[in-house]
C-alpha cells in the first residue's frame, strides 16, 4: 500500500471512529440524551399517588408513576429531555392534586418530593447531578417542607450540648432549603424551631455523611404539625426514613379535690386516629407510673373515671425523649390542667432549682422556704403572690432542708399550709405544687423531683366556725377538742365570722349555755375541710350539727351563695328568693341548702333583693334590697330567731 492511501485512510480514522462512538453510546450532542426522574412521596395524607406527564407533542396525558406509597420512593424512569406538565394525582382519583410545569434536561436524575397535607399537597424538584465535593467533605442541603416556620440544623457529637455549638444551616424557612459543605463523618443531627435551642423538634442519635457524597435532608411535618421528621436522600441512592417515634414520657398527678379518680385519654393529631387510654383510675393526691408514647401533638382527655364525656381536653406536644407531667386539679366545674417539663439540666453541685405551682382555682399565695424557727415576721416571701393556675420560677436555692410555709398573698396571719422539713437535693430540679383543699381555703403540697417520685404533704388541719340558734337563754360557749370556738356569745343568734384552725380528727364537743353544758358529742373532722358547727335545739332539746363549708372559689367569677337554718324558734322550714325567684326550698332547722351561684354585683350594679319565708306558710320573715355580692365571693346567709325571739339574718363572706 503506498504511502498516499495509508495517510488517507489514517485521516478517515477519526471520523469512524466518532461515528462508532455514536453507536454505542449515543449522541454526544447534551441536547439529545434522555431524563430520568423518580417520585418520593412523603404526603402527610396522600398514602397513594399517580404522576402523569404532558409535554405537547401528541396532547394527551401519560402515566408515568402509579400507586407511589407514602413513604416510598419510585424507580427512575426515562424520558425524552423536555419541557413538561407534570400532574400528580390521588390513585384512582381522575382530577390533579398538583398541575406544575418542569424542565427535564438531557443527561440528568431528578426526584420529585410530594408532600403536605389535604388541601396542602405540593412538591419539591430535587436535581441530582451536583458535583462531588473534595474528598472528606460531603455536600449536604436541607429543604424544608413544613410550614410551621423556619428551623436550625445542629450535626454535633453524641453528647455535645447545644449551648456550646452553633447550627451547621440556619433559618430554613417553609418550602425552601440551605446547602451547605461539612466534614465527613456520624453526626448526632438535631432540628430546632423558632423558639431557640430549647424548641427541639427532632434528634436523630446518628447519621453517617460520606466522603465526597451529596445528600439532600428533607424536613417533613409530623403528624402534630410542630414536630419534624426527616428523610436522608442521597444524590441518586435510596432515602432513609427518620421519625419521631421513639418515645416520650407522660404521667398524670393527681390533685383535683372535685374529680377522682381519673382518666386520661389521647388522641393523635392525626385525623382518623382513636382515643388510647393511657391511664385509668389515678386516685385523689396520687401520681401514675410513666406511660411511654410516640413523640406526637395529642388532644389530652380527661375523664372522670366510669365517665364517658371529657372533663377538659386540650393540646400537648411531646418530644422524642422528653418527660412531662400533667397535674390535674379543681373542684366541681372548675377542673383544670398545668404541665410540668421534666428534661431541664440538672443545677450546680450545692444547688437546687425550685419552681412552684399554684394548683389552686382560688387566691394568689407567698410561698416561704425557711430556717425551721424562723418566724414569718422576719421573712419576705420565696415567691410572692403566686397567682392561682400559674407556675412561678425557677429560682435557685443552697441544698438542704426549708420549713415550707404557705399564706394568703400579704397577709402573714392567714397561714394555709405548714410543713416543718422538706429536703433540696443538690444539683435536683424540683416543682413544689400547691394544691387545694376540699374546704378551700387551706392547701396541701406534693414535692416532686424531676423524673422523680413526687412526696405527698396533706394538710391534717381543718378550719371550723360556730353558729349558735337556740330558742332560749341568753350566752353560749362552744369548745372542740378543748378549743374555744364560740366563747358567751348571743344564745339565740350568732354566727362566727372567722375561722380557727384545729388538727383533725375525731374530737369531743361541748356545748354550754348561760355557764351549764346542755350537749355533749364527738363529731369527726376530715383534713382540710372548713366547718360550721351549728347549735340549735328542738323542743328545747339542743342539738349540735356539724356542716361542711365549700370555701373553693368560682374561677368563671360567679357568687356562691347558701343558706342555714338556725331557727330554733320558728321550727318550720325556710325559702329563700332572690330577685323574687327562688334558690332555695325547704331548707328544715338545722340544715344548709346546697350552694347556687349568681352574678356578682359588678354586673348587678344595684344589687339584689333578697326574701326569707316560711315554707310552709310563705309568710315573709325578712325581706332586704340592694344586697351586693362581691366577684368570686363565697356567702352564706345564716337565719336565726322566731317564736318569742326576733328574726334575724347574718350575711357572712366565708371566702
Known amino acids: 500500500m503506498s504511502n498516499h492511501h495509508l495517510r488517507r485512510i489514517l485521516g478517515l480514522l477519526p471520523a469512524v471512529l466518532a461515528i462508532l462512538l455514536a453507536g454505542c453510546f449515543g449522541n454526544a ?66 382530577s390533579n392534586l398538583l398541575s406544575i410545569p418542569a424542565t427535564l434536561p438531557s443527561n440528568s436524575h431528578q426526584t420529585f418530593v410530594v408532600y403536605g397535607p389535604q388541601n396542602g399537597f405540593n412538591m419539591l424538584q430535587v436535581a441530582e447531578d451536583t458535583d462531588v465535593p473534595n474528598s472528606g467533605y460531603t455536600s449536604l ?24 455549638v452553633s447550627p451547621a444551616l440556619s433559618s430554613i424557612g417553609p418550602s425552601a432549603g440551605r446547602t451547605a459543605t461539612v466534614s465527613s ?41 410542630v414536630l419534624v421528621n426527616a428523610v436522608l436522600l442521597p444524590q441518586q441512592g435510596q432515602p432513609t426514613f427518620y421519625g419521631n417515634a421513639a418515645s416520650a414520657n407522660m404521667r398524670v398527678l393527681n390533685v383535683s379535690s372535685g374529680y377522682a379518680p381519673l382518666d386520661l385519654y389521647t388522641t393523635s393529631s392525626t385525623t382518623d386516629a382513636p382515643d388510647v387510654q393511657q391511664f385509668a383510675g389515678v386516685a385523689l393526691n396520687t401520681a401514675s407510673d410513666y406511660a411511654p408514647v410516640s413523640a406526637d401533638t395529642y388532644a389530652l382527655k380527661f375523664r372522670k373515671t366510669g365517665v364517658t364525656g ?55 399565695l407567698d410561698i416561704y422556704l425557711s430556717g425551721a424557727g424562723d418566724s414569718l415576721d422576719n421573712l419576705t416571701p420565696t415567691v410572692s ?16 432542708t426549708y420549713r415550707l410555709r404557705v399564706t394568703l398573698a400579704g397577709d402573714k396571719t392567714d397561714l394555709r399550709l405548714d410543713v416543718p422539713a422538706i429536703t433540696l437535693a443538690s444539683t435536683d430540679i424540683v416543682s413544689i405544687v400547691v394544691s387545694e383543699s376540699p374546704g378551700g381555703v387551706l392547701v396541701n403540697a406534693v414535692v416532686i423531683p424531676q423524673q422523680g417520685t413526687p412526696a405527698f404533704y396533706i ?60 350537749a355533749s358529742a364527738t363529731r369527726t373532722l376530715a383534713p382540710g375541710m372548713d366547718y360550721t358547727m351549728l347549735i340549735w335545739d328542738t323542743a328545747g332539746v339542743p342539738q349540735i350539727t356539724l356542716l361542711p363549708d365549700d370555701n373553693r372559689l368560682d374561677i368563671k367569677g360567679e357568687v356562691k351563695l347558701r343558706l342555714i337554718n338556725g331557727m330554733s324558734g320558728l321550727g318550720a322550714p325556710l325559702n329563700l328568693s332572690i ?53 368570686k365571693g363565697v356567702y352564706t346567709f345564716f337565719a336565726a330567731g ?11 363572706k366565708d371566702h
Open 642 to 652: 322566731g317564736g318569742s325571739s326576733s328574726v334575724a339574718g347574718t350575711l357572712r
Open 141 to 164: 442541603q436541607v429543604l424544608n417542607t413544613t410550614t410551621s416556620g423556619h428551623f436550625d440544623v445542629y450535626l454535633t457529637g453524641a453528647d455535645d450540648s447545644l449551648d456550646d
Open 185 to 225: 463523618g456520624t453526626y448526632r443531627v438535631r432540628v430546632v424551631g423558632d423558639g431557640g435551642k430549647t424548641d427541639l423538634r427532632l434528634d436523630i442519635p446518628s447519621i453517617t455523611l460520606a466522603s465526597q457524597g451529596v445528600v439532600s435532608l428533607i424536613l417533613v411535618a409530623a403528624n402534630g404539625g
Open 459 to 518: 394538710n391534717n388541719n381543718v378550719r371550723i366556725r360556730g353558729a349558735v340558734g337556740l330558742s332560749t337563754g341568753s350566752a353560749a360557749s362552744l369548745t372542740v377538742g378543748g378549743t374555744a370556738i364560740v366563747t358567751s356569745k348571743p344564745a339565740r343568734s350568732y354566727i362566727a365570722d372567722t375561722y380557727t384552725i384545729l388538727p383533725s380528727g375525731n374530737d369531743l364537743v361541748n356545748v354550754s349555755v348561760d355557764g351549764a353544758t346542755v
Open 29 to 94: 450532542d447534551s441536547k439529545s440524551g434522555p431524563a430520568r426522574i423518580r417520585v418520593l412521596n412523603i404526603s402527610s395524607w396522600y398514602d397513594s399517588v399517580d404522576l402523569y406527564t404532558n409535554n405537547g407533542d401528541n396532547g394527551t396525558d401519560t402515566l408515568q408513576f402509579s400507586a407511589v406509597g407514602r413513604s416510598t420512593i419510585s424507580d427512575y424512569k426515562t424520558l425524552k429531555a423536555d419541557e413538561y406538565t407534570l400532574q400528580f394525582r390521588k390513585t384512582g382519583v381522575s
Open 579 to 631: 330577685d323574687f325567684a327562688p334558690v332555695a326550698e325547704y331548707v328544715v332547722v338545722g340544715a344548709a341548702s346546697d350552694y347556687f351561684e349568681l352574678e356578682p354585683s359588678t354586673i348587678n350594679v344595684n344589687g339584689y333583693h333578697l326574701d326569707l319565708l316560711n315554707a310552709q306558710t310563705l309568710d315573709a320573715l325578712i325581706s332586704r334590697d340592694s344586697v351586693l355580692l362581691q366577684a
Open 385 to 400: 403572690a403566686a397567682a392561682a393556675g400559674a407556675i412561678t420560677g425557677p429560682l435557685i436555692y443552697t441544698s438542704g
Open 310 to 364: 371529657n372533663l377538659l381536653v386540650t393540646g400537648s406536644t411531646v418530644a422524642e425523649s422528653s418527660h412531662v407531667t400533667y397535674v390535674a386539679y379543681g373542684g366541681i366545674n372548675q377542673f383544670a390542667m398545668l404541665p410540668i417539663t421534666e428534661d431541664t439540666d440538672p443545677a450546680d453541685a450545692g444547688f437546687s432549682q425550685v419552681q412552684i405551682v399554684n394548683a389552686t382555682a382560688s387566691d394568689a
